[in-house]
């Protein structure tokens, strides 16, 4: 093995291109010790990343990205791959405001061709390549590499299963790391697997197709069912084989001399679609990862000699660990609640709820759709469902939401973590539409927790509503230190309540910028500006006596939300102009997330730039009066 750092000879995935086994390996090896060092700066997800670093050099190695094009499923994975591809020299800007997204981005570079964050659209994506290649008439080879996980949602499925009557040249990578490597994995199948995709065995299998291509048809269809059931057998591939694919697999994924060759000789496969089965473990060549029960997924900053994380001194617990705890409480007096969380139980506060209760827990896998649809199956017959699913996240089952759950009239309790913005995991995983979406739907009670008492309450309230759907939104991190009671009790459906008394302007907040409202009459109050400030609580069914209230007692009022444009402040302007309350001169304005999908960045910054920080909440207060921000008289 050479001495000479390989890594700072590459730049680009052609850099290594000639390299031979002992190189490649000695690259991998400094792959994925940069790759530690990079996140123990920066935080990120770092344990499924180690598992395919080996399975990104080959695949750099073998195909020609990005003129082949490279699919990664969700994005979790691919820190080793923005190395290698231009991006080392930012590596430790990962996911930091301006710096590189922790996940494939088309507008950061060309070997991202697909954005992802959400899993299971790999196959789907790379399937649209195939096909407008084809159409080109171009020779180009499309990969796309999916986790096991990912595999669990049905999108997956039916992208496979459309693939074989549309492309013939399509691989897919299926990284499976929920298990170990036995030693029949690692050698007898990767053995078998550099036979199934050799050149020999497929001249064979060509010649075996000639012959039967002139029985006739029930012979010919016997022929072809025996080769892929005896390749079956051995290889456990017959499912695969059933929708059409080659199947080849499984090898193990950190053994480079068995990934280069069978990945050079299944690109050869020009007949139809190749599944290359890939045995990963995550967390792979970093001992606290390997000994964590999470493999480190998802980290903060860390010390790379101990593994131990950082962790910010907060007395307030999270969130999440609230509705978790809460859900516990409420399940203990009710035996009919149960908890469905879509393959994120520790992400959603379910992992203890599962751990007090586990044979109340329900575990679906990345489907959401099913997630839903079987709480709705659970309600129909009595039970009390709470679906446990991160906002961005919901967005996948909302169809399900619609027609298994609000018009039959269903009492799903959906819980939606990650409302509002969510810092370093950026866009794809904002919770910013859920106002908007559950809102629309007749019949739905939505709340928004202001802090973590309210969100004890509004579990409370969720528990008693037995004859029609609800949702109560909550944002990532921890709350504000307010004192939870040992039992809440549930609020009244559709009352908001006054938090603070004003004369001049009324401040309605529907969620966790409450704080920040407050903080905002306190501005406005130096200002010589009295303010009212209400926690609306309910986006549905909105508390009416109390807005029209606000509105004749104020001469503006200002709505606060963390969602986007068209949520709770739009259904607040509806409500006054069918009652006639505009007609009067009061001056009204909504305060929400821009029109835009806001980068990564620290939560506090982006809440400053979205304009709903205290500052802009009085300032915009001010304009709606007429004040002068600057001299604090009122304008001509």
């Given at each position: 093995?050479?001495?000479?750092?390989?890594?700072?000879?590459?730049?680009?995935?052609?850099?290594?291109?000639?390299?031979?086994?002992?190189?490649?390996?000695?690259?991998?090896?400094?792959?994925?010790?940069?790759?530690?060092?990079?996140?123990?700066?920066?935080?990120?997800?770092?344990?499924?990343?180690?598992?395919?670093?080996?399975?990104?050099?080959?695949?750099?190695?073998?195909?020609?990205?990005?003129?082949?094009?490279?699919?990664?499923?969700?994005?979790?994975?691919?820190?080793?791959?923005?190395?290698?591809?231009?991006?080392?020299?930012?590596?430790?800007?990962?996911?930091?405001?301006?710096?590189?997204?922790?996940?494939?981005?088309?507008?950061?570079?060309?070997?991202?061709?697909?954005?992802?964050?959400?899993?299971?659209?790999?196959?789907?994506?790379?399937?649209?390549?195939?096909?407008?290649?084809?159409?080109?008439?171009?020779?180009?080879?499309?990969?796309?590499?999916?986790?096991?996980?990912?595999?669990?949602?049905?999108?997956?499925?039916?992208?496979?299963?459309?693939?074989?009557?549309?492309?013939?040249?399509?691989?897919?990578?299926?990284?499976?790391?929920?298990?170990?490597?036995?030693?029949?994995?690692?050698?007898?199948?990767?053995?078998?697997?550099?036979?199934?995709?050799?050149?020999?065995?497929?001249?064979?299998?060509?010649?075996?197709?000639?012959?039967?291509?002139?029985?006739?048809?029930?012979?010919?269809?016997?022929?072809?069912?025996?080769?892929?059931?005896?390749?079956?057998?051995?290889?456990?591939?017959?499912?695969?084989?059933?929708?059409?694919?080659?199947?080849?697999?499984?090898?193990?994924?950190?053994?480079?001399?068995?990934?280069?060759?069978?990945?050079?000789?299944?690109?050869?496969?020009?007949?139809?679609?190749?599944?290359?089965?890939?045995?990963?473990?995550?967390?792979?060549?970093?001992?606290?990862?390997?000994?964590?029960?999470?493999?480190?997924?998802?980290?903060?900053?860390?010390?790379?000699?101990?593994?131990?994380?950082?962790?910010?001194?907060?007395?307030?617990?999270?969130?999440?660990?609230?509705?978790?705890?809460?859900?516990?409480?409420?399940?203990?007096?009710?035996?009919?609640?149960?908890?469905?969380?879509?393959?994120?139980?520790?992400?959603?506060?379910?992992?203890?709820?599962?751990?007090?209760?586990?044979?109340?827990?329900?575990?679906?896998?990345?489907?959401?759709?099913?997630?839903?649809?079987?709480?709705?199956?659970?309600?129909?017959?009595?039970?009390?469902?709470?679906?446990?699913?991160?906002?961005?996240?919901?967005?996948?089952?909302?169809?399900?939401?619609?027609?298994?759950?609000?018009?039959?009239?269903?009492?799903?309790?959906?819980?939606?973590?990650?409302?509002?913005?969510?810092?370093?995991?950026?866009?794809?995983?904002?919770?910013?539409?859920?106002?908007?979406?559950?809102?629309?739907?007749?019949?739905?009670?939505?709340?928004?927790?202001?802090?973590?008492?309210?969100?004890?309450?509004?579990?409370?309230?969720?528990?008693?509503?037995?004859d029609r759907p609800s949702a109560f939104r909550y944002p990532r991190g921890d709350g504000v230190g307010v004192e939870i009671p040992e039992l809440a009790a549930p609020l009244e459906i559709g009352k908001g309540r006054i938090v603070r008394d004003g004369t001049t302007v009324a401040l309605l907040s529907f969620g966790t910028r409450l704080q920040e409202t407050l903080k905002a009459a306190d501005l406005l109050a130096a200002?010589?500006?009295?303010?009212t400030v209400a926690d609306a609580r309910f986006a549905k069914p909105l508390d009416e006596d109390l807005i029209l209230r606000l509105a004749r007692e104020h001469e503006a009022l200002v709505t606060i939300e963390e969602g986007a444009m068209g949520g709770f402040g739009a259904f607040v302007l509806q409500m006054l102009a069918e009652r006639g309350a505009l007609d009067t001169g009061l001056k009204v304005r909504t305060m929400?997330?821009?029109?835009?999908?806001?980068?990564?960045?620290?939560?506090?910054?982006?809440?400053?730039?979205?304009?709903?920080?205290?500052?802009?909440?009085?300032?915009?207060?001010?304009?709606?009066?007429?004040?002068?921000?600057?001299?604090?008289?009122?304008?001509?």
């Open positions: 093995m050479s001495k000479t750092p390989l890594l700072d000879t590459v730049h680009v995935p052609a850099d290594f291109r000639d390299f031979d086994a002992p190189r490649l390996r000695q690259l991998a090896d400094e792959l994925r010790a940069e790759t530690i060092d990079a996140v123990s700066v920066t935080g990120g997800h770092l344990g499924a990343g180690l598992g395919v670093v080996e399975l990104t050099v080959a695949l750099h190695h073998v195909f020609e990205t990005p003129r082949d094009i490279l699919i990664w499923d969700v994005g979790h994975q691919c820190y080793p791959h923005k190395i290698l591809t231009g991006r080392r020299d930012r590596i430790r800007t990962l996911r930091q405001g301006g710096g590189l997204s922790g996940f494939t981005k088309r507008s950061e570079s060309e070997y991202d061709p697909f954005g992802a964050a959400h899993a299971s659209t790999s196959i789907s994506a790379a399937l649209g390549y195939c096909a407008a290649r084809d159409q080109r008439g171009e020779d180009n080879k499309v990969v796309a590499v999916i986790g096991d996980g990912s595999m669990s949602a049905g999108m997956a499925y039916e992208a496979m299963n459309n693939a074989a009557e549309t492309t013939r040249q399509l691989m897919v990578v299926l990284n499976d790391n929920d298990m170990s490597i036995a030693p029949p994995v690692g050698g007898m199948s990767a053995y078998l697997a550099k036979l199934v995709s050799g050149g020999a065995y497929q001249n064979l299998r060509r010649f075996g197709k000639q012959v039967a291509d002139h029985l006739p048809r029930p012979f010919r269809d016997a022929a072809r069912k025996a080769e892929e059931y005896a390749r079956g057998m051995v290889t456990g591939g017959t499912f695969f084989e059933e929708m059409g694919f080659y199947y080849i697999g499984p090898i193990d994924g950190h053994d480079l001399d068995a990934l280069v060759p069978v990945l050079k000789n299944a690109a050869a496969i020009d007949d139809r679609p190749v599944l290359v089965h890939v045995v990963t473990q995550k967390g792979k060549g970093y001992a606290p990862a390997e000994r964590s029960a999470d493999k480190y997924h998802g980290v903060v900053k860390f010390d790379v000699v101990s593994g131990k994380q950082a962790k910010a001194a907060s007395n307030a617990p999270s969130y999440t660990k609230v509705f978790g705890t809460e859900l516990i409480k409420r399940a203990e007096r009710d035996p009919r609640i149960v908890a469905i969380t879509a393959a994120m139980p520790s992400g959603t506060g379910l992992d203890l709820f599962g751990q007090a209760l586990p044979k109340r827990t329900f575990d679906v896998g990345i489907a959401e759709q099913h997630a839903v649809t079987f709480a709705a199956g659970l309600a129909a017959d009595g039970m009390k469902p709470f679906c446990a699913i991160y906002s961005t996240f919901l967005q996948r089952g909302y169809d399900q939401v619609v027609h298994d759950v609000a018009i039959q009239g269903l009492p799903v309790r959906f819980a939606m973590d990650r409302a509002g913005l969510v810092g370093a995991d950026g866009a794809t995983h904002a919770g910013s539409f859920d106002i908007g979406y559950m809102g629309a739907l007749p019949g739905m009670v939505l709340m928004a927790a202001a802090d973590e008492a309210e969100l004890a309450a509004m579990i409370a309230t969720a528990c008693e509503i037995d200002r010589g500006v009295s303010a929400h997330l821009p029109d835009t999908f806001q980068d990564h960045d620290k939560p506090d910054l982006m809440y400053a730039e979205a304009g709903l920080n205290a500052e802009h909440i009085a300032a915009r207060t001010l304009a709606a009066l007429g004040v002068d921000r600057a001299t604090g008289a009122a304008r001509a």
